[in-house]
């Protein structure tokens, strides 16, 4: 297949103004300061490109400049535009491996080294996609053991900003024990067991992980604010931001002046004022598309594994709206539906909001199943009910990645979830229980503190009461004292619930309830 030219100006869904970081000067003013070609930092020495699908190569120049992009045998000639932006697209390429070299030549001449093709994946979310592997449960092994030469990392900065940026401050790394201690864990052991586990005949597929995470955000930040403007949930969040906005600079002035006070009183009494939050914010619905999505776009990846919603759990209701158009607006700025898997939020604890608040963000993760291409790793059962930043990464990870090796790596008949539930019949008392994702059988375990009850019936209208489950015939049949009968059935419906239901190779099923009444999180914005 031929190369084929792009239009010299990419073109999204999302086109908003795209300012620079650092050294990466605004394009509104590229004539006047550019001479040199230049690169996104995506675009450096160790880097992965996609295997199989097109790949667009894409920087800046003069304008008009002719511009020449040669990669692996193939050759694209083009210009930049009138603001000093280029884009070319070339062939898919199938074989793995490298290295080789990629050169875009205009006045001057770029070569960047140590290319390896294989696949990409992005990895998202906040502070549980962050945490790093030197803070993961076996870190000390995990972080010595990290040579992979043919697995290379890339750590977007954290930068929030209303104006969508045009690059980050970043560069490829390989993967080594001084490189990986600081990038995600999920990410890593998503990599990794991918990395172990694809060949193509004999060669090892490159894997390139692009880490853009940020600790305690909600998901609004992480799509674009017309987006969110758009969401009728979301009404009162963006009215909220805009009072906020437009109080910041007198909050602003109150904060250096209470920052001024405490710092020359010199006193160890007190804390520090805190920044108020303001236009910068990492909160504000799009600053983080803009700060640290929007400059990836459109580099050429697999899909996405994404870690968040903690941060949105008192608002789960509203979190259903906002998960599944965020998905939506991040494959419509890459133009295809790559596929995009996500973690539900592990069992913990909480004590500042209502024990289902966080069964309800699950139920809310659960409902993006919806669209296509997407799955979910269930983890109430590997959390930690006092720490929110549960410490078994590599198990996470391992789950995502048996998403990916079933959907997009052909292994079909590979078993990447555990129970889901279908539905019940009524059987005098008992409800019997049907589940998808449970052809090998169930497995039952017992539970280990009887005060907390997994399963959850309810007759009519009435409170749900715990119930008691059994396996008879490899069919699951559950009963509570008192409902003659039950029309509804809830499992693990609690921030830290008990998961005793799994499936023959030990993935847990996921939470369910049959009813639909009112969320406790309802109206919660």
């Known amino acids: 297949m031929m190369a084929r030219m792009l239009s010299t100006r990419l073109v999204t869904r999302f086109p908003p103004p795209r300012l620079s970081l650092g050294l990466a000067l605004s394009l509104s003013f590229a004539p006047a300061l550019r001479a040199d070609v230049r690169l996104p930092a995506l675009f450096t020495n160790s880097m992965v490109l996609q295997r199989s699908v097109p790949l667009p190569i894409w920087g800046w120049a003069d304008a008009g400049e002719e511009i020449t992009v040669s990669f692996n045998g193939q050759q694209v000639v083009t210009k930049a535009n009138a603001d000093g932006h280029f884009i070319v697209e070339l ?16 006045k001057n001449r770029l070569r960047i080294e140590d290319v390896l093709i294989g696949e990409v994946w992005i990895c998202s979310g906040q502070s549980n996609m962050e945490w790093r592997v030197s803070q993961a449960d076996g870190a ?7 040579q992979f030469p043919k697995i290379r990392l890339f750590t977007v900065p954290n930068v929030a900003t209303p104006h969508a940026l045009d690059d980050v401050e970043a560069q490829w790394l390989t993967c080594t024990p001084k490189t990986v201690r600081d990038f995600s864990a999920v990410g890593y052991a998503f990599g990794r067991a991918l990395h172990e586990r694809l060949r193509q005949g004999a060669s090892e597929v490159p894997i390139g992980l ?3 995470t940020w600790g305690g955000t909600p998901a609004e930040a992480w799509m674009p604010a017309a987006e969110v403007a758009k969401l009728e949930p979301c009404a009162a969040l963006v009215a909220r931001w805009q009072k ?3 109080k910041w600079p007198e909050a602003k002035a109150r904060f250096d002046a209470d920052l001024a006070a405490w710092e020359q009183d010199g006193s160890p009494r007190g804390k520090r004022p805190r920044m108020p939050q303001g236009p910068e914010h990492q909160h504000r619905p799009g600053n983080l598309w803009c700060g640290m999505v929007q400059p990836l776009v459109p580099f050429a990846m697999r899909g996405v594994i994404w870690y968040q919603g903690e941060s949105n759990a008192s608002r789960a209701e509203q979190y259903a709206t906002i998960f599944k158009r965020m998905i939506e607006t991040w494959r419509e700025a890459w133009g295809r539906d790559f596929p995009f898997y996500w973690v539900q939020i592990a069992n913990f604890q909480s004590s500042n909001m209502h024990p289902q608040a966080w069964a309800e963000l699950r139920e809310s993760q659960s409902a993006a199943l919806r669209l296509a291409m997407t799955g979910q790793a269930i983890t109430i059962d590997i959390g930690t009910s006092k720490n929110i930043h549960p410490g078994n990464k590599r198990e996470v990870g391992r789950r995502l990645s048996l998403l990916a090796r079933r959907d997009v790596y052909g292994e079909a008949k590979l078993d990447a979830e555990g129970p889901t539930f279908r539905g019940f019949e009524v059987d005098g008392g008992e409800l019997v229980v049907r589940f998808d994702h449970a052809d090998e059988g169930l497995v039952l375990q017992a539970l280990k503190d009887d005060a907390r009850s997994a399963f959850e019936v309810a007759q009519d209208d009435g409170d749900f009461v715990p119930a008691r489950a059994k396996l008879v015939g490899g069919k699951l049949r559950v009963r509570a004292e008192g409902i003659e009968a039950p029309t509804a059935l809830r499992y693990a419906w609690r921030d830290d619930p008990a998961a005793i239901l799994f499936d023959k190779n030990g993935l847990p099923a996921a939470p369910f309830r049959s009813d639909t009444r009112p969320r406790v999180t309802a109206g919660k914005d």
């Not at 062939?91 to 205009?106: D, I, Q």
């Not at 000390?140 to 990290?146: G, N, P, Q």
Request: glycine letters at 10%; proline letters at 7%; hydrophobic letters at 40%.
């Open 91 to 106: 062939a898919p390429l199938e074989k793995v491996g490298g290295p080789h070299v990629l050169e875009v030549r205009g």
């Open 140 to 146: 000390k092994a995990e972080v010595e053991a990290a």
């Open 210 to 212: 692009i880490d853009t």
């Open 244 to 246: 906020t906005i437009e």
